[in-house]
């Protein structure tokens, strides 16, 4: 007998994981914030892991895998190694997964002093020295900077995958976002400490639109790994702070000791500030 069934012609859906290591899950909620466009997205993506959005796990490999959080404990740097052997392409998204987060702030302390002050039995706790991104252990194909990330540049980068285009990813100061959408600049006419100039784009300039400065969410703006730039002026706007805006060098130390302070351009300019203080 002659089968006359015609072959299955639909394509096959790229299978997405979102996995989480150390973090707060703000930036799998901006995920999952997407909302109808998630829907949209499920159409064509095959959601395969996504503990935070369905109980229903299905083992590698991925396609694509969005990994949030950074590396801070011996059993997470060796679940990235296996992770990234089960994915194509792999996306970290939010600060603590592209700059180790505010939790790289004990990479300048004694950790061990932290669990003894935090907990009553410090012996069991098994974890790092220092908060690392995940690009310190393994390659990383795109960074989605912030915190937490914005869902329309995420969404960008996913469709820009599913058209089987390379996304590019824009590294412009924060102070470009500010000159498009015509707002006054802070620092300039209100006398705040802000780090737009040395701080990339992707937040849509939220703070200074609101007449607030800076905090570096998005990280600095030199050439992430994901493209060409250039290293942000970190010393030049430390300057600016100290003798313009009269800020003492503790304070300026803490301005880019922040989200992102672990990424090497504002890590040597707190360290450099730090040994003035």
């Known amino acids: 007998m002659v089968n006359h069934k015609k072959p299955d012609s639909t394509p096959r859906r790229l299978r997405l994981g979102v996995f989480k290591f150390a973090s707060c899950d703000g930036c799998q909620l901006s995920v999952l914030n997407l909302e109808d466009d998630l829907l949209a997205l499920g159409q064509a993506l095959d959601i395969a892991y996504f503990p935070e959005a369905s109980s229903g796990m299905k083992p590698g490999p991925y396609d694509i895998v969005l990994v949030e959080g950074s590396i801070t404990t011996p059993e997470d740097a060796a679940r990235i190694l296996a992770l990234r052997e089960q994915a194509a392409t792999l996306i970290t998204i939010g600060a603590c997964a592209t700059a180790g987060g505010i939790q790289a702030l004990r990479n300048w302390a004694d950790v061990e002093s932290f669990k003894r002050a935090v907990y009553p039995s410090p012996q069991y706790i098994q974890s790092l020295g220092t908060s690392t991104p995940i690009s310190a252990h393994v390659q990383v194909d795109f960074e989605l900077w912030g915190c937490p990330i914005d869902k329309g540049q995420l969404l960008r980068v996913i469709t820009d995958l599913l058209a089987g285009v390379r996304p590019?990813?824009?590294?412009?100061?924060?102070?470009?976002?500010?000159?498009?959408?015509?707002?006054?600049?802070?620092?300039?006419?209100?006398?705040?400490?802000?780090?737009?100039?040395?701080?990339?784009?992707?937040?849509?300039?939220?703070?200074?639109?609101?007449?607030?400065?800076?905090?570096?969410?998005?990280?600095?703006?030199?050439?992430?790994?994901?493209?060409?730039?250039?290293?942000?002026?970190?010393?030049?706007?430390?300057?600016?702070?100290?003798?313009?805006?009269?800020?003492?060098?503790?304070?300026?130390?803490?301005?880019?000791?922040?989200?992102?302070?672990?990424?090497?351009?504002?890590?040597?300019?707190?360290?450099?500030?730090?040994?003035?203080?």
């Open 168 to 277: 590019r990813l824009f590294a412009d100061s924060v102070c470009i976002e500010c000159k498009r959408r015509g707002n006054v600049c802070v620092m300039v006419a209100s006398g705040v400490p802000c780090l737009g100039p040395v701080t990339r784009t992707g937040c849509g300039a939220i703070c200074p639109s609101m007449g607030r400065d800076c905090y570096g969410c998005f990280g600095p703006t030199e050439g992430a790994r994901t493209g060409p730039g250039l290293p942000p002026n970190t010393a030049s706007l430390a300057n600016r702070f100290h003798q313009g805006l009269r800020l003492i060098p503790i304070e300026v130390v803490r301005r880019f000791r922040g989200i992102n302070g672990a990424v090497e351009s504002f890590k040597q300019e707190s360290e450099a500030w730090e040994q003035k203080t």
